[in-house]
T-cell receptor, first 113, second 115 residues
Framework: EAEVAQSPRYKITEKSQAVAFWCDPI?????LYWYRQILGQGPELLVQ????????DSQLPKDRFSAERLKGVDSTLKIQPAELGDSAMYLC???????????FGEGSRLTVL | GENVEQHPSTLSVQEGDSAVIKCTYS??????FPWYKQELGKGPQLIID?????GEKKDQRIAVTLNKTAKHFSLHITETQPEDSAVYFC??????????????FGSGTRLSIRP
C-alpha cells in the first residue's frame, strides 16, 4: 500500500539552529500539505502545494519557515532559526484532488531545547 | 476564516456502548466534513466523510450526521471496541481550488474504551 514518507521521524535541536523536514507524497498525488500539530491540538495547515505551486501559505511564519516543492513531487520544510515554540509534530499529507481524502505520513517530531 | 470547535476533549465509554463526538463550524460555505482517527505515533487517517448535500452517512459501526442550518455535525460510534481507542478529529472544508478549500481541523477528542 502506498504511503507518504517523512524524515526524520524525530529531531532534537537547540534554539537558533536550522532544521529541515522532507516529505515524499504518494505517487501521482498533485496536492501536498504541511501541517503542524502541537501536542493536544488538531493539525494546523502551514502550506499547501498544487504541483510545484503554493496554493496557500497564509499561516506559514515566513520570517523563519520556508517550504518548497521544486519538481512537484517531494517537498522540504525548513525552519531557521528554530524557536522553543516550534516544538511540535510536523505532518505531511497528500491528496489526489483538493478537498478529498488526505493521506498523512507518520510525521516528524521536533523538540527545540 | 473557518473555525471548527469540537467537544468533548476526552471521552471514556464502556466497551460495547456508543460514543458521540460533536463539532460546530462557522463558515456556511463549507461543504465537506471529514473525520480522522489518529492512533499513537501515527498520522491521522480518514474514517468517514460527509458532504453538505447529505444529512447522514453510515459505514458499519460509524455514522456521521450533518445539520447545515445549525452548522454542526457529529460522529457516532456504536458497539465500541478496544481498537476504537484513539484521538478523533473533525474537520471542515470549503469548495473549490483556493485557500477557501483548505481543511480546518477541530482540536480533537481522546476516546478511551473501558474493558
Amino acid at each position: 500500500e502506498a504511503e507518504v514518507a517523512q524524515s526524520p521521524r524525530y529531531k532534537i535541536t537547540e534554539k537558533s539552529q536550522a532544521v529541515a523536514f522532507w516529505c515524499d507524497p504518494i505517487s501521482g498525488h498533485a496536492t501536498l500539505y504541511w501541517y503542524r500539530q502541537i501536542l493536544g491540538q488538531g493539525p494546523e495547515l502551514l502550506v499547501q502545494f498544487q504541483d510545484e505551486s503554493v496554493v496557500d501559505d497564509s499561516q506559514l511564519p515566513k520570517d523563519r519557515f520556508s517550504a518548497e516543492r521544486l519538481k512537484g513531487v517531494d517537498s522540504t520544510l525548513k525552519i531557521q532559526p528554530a524557536e522553543l515554540g516550534d516544538s511540535a509534530m510536523y505532518l505531511c499529507a497528500s491528496s489526489l484532488v483538493v478537498e478529498r481524502e488526505l493521506f498523512f505520513g507518520e510525521g516528524s517530531r521536533l523538540t527545540v531545547l | 476564516g473557518e473555525n471548527v470547535e469540537q467537544h468533548p476533549s476526552t471521552l471514556s465509554v464502556q466497551e460495547g456502548d456508543s460514543a458521540v463526538i460533536k463539532c460546530t463550524y462557522s463558515d456556511s460555505a463549507s461543504n465537506y466534513f471529514p473525520w480522522y482517527k489518529q492512533e499513537l505515533g501515527k498520522g491521522p487517517q480518514l474514517i468517514i466523510d460527509i458532504r453538505s448535500n447529505v444529512g447522514e452517512k453510515k459505514d458499519q459501526r460509524i455514522a456521521v450526521t450533518l445539520n447545515k442550518t445549525a452548522k454542526h455535525f457529529s460522529l457516532h460510534i456504536t458497539e465500541t471496541q478496544p481498537e476504537d481507542s484513539a484521538v478523533y478529529f473533525c474537520a471542515a472544508s470549503g469548495p473549490g481550488y483556493s485557500s477557501a478549500s483548505k481543511i480546518i481541523f477541530g482540536s480533537g477528542t481522546r476516546l478511551s474504551i473501558r474493558p
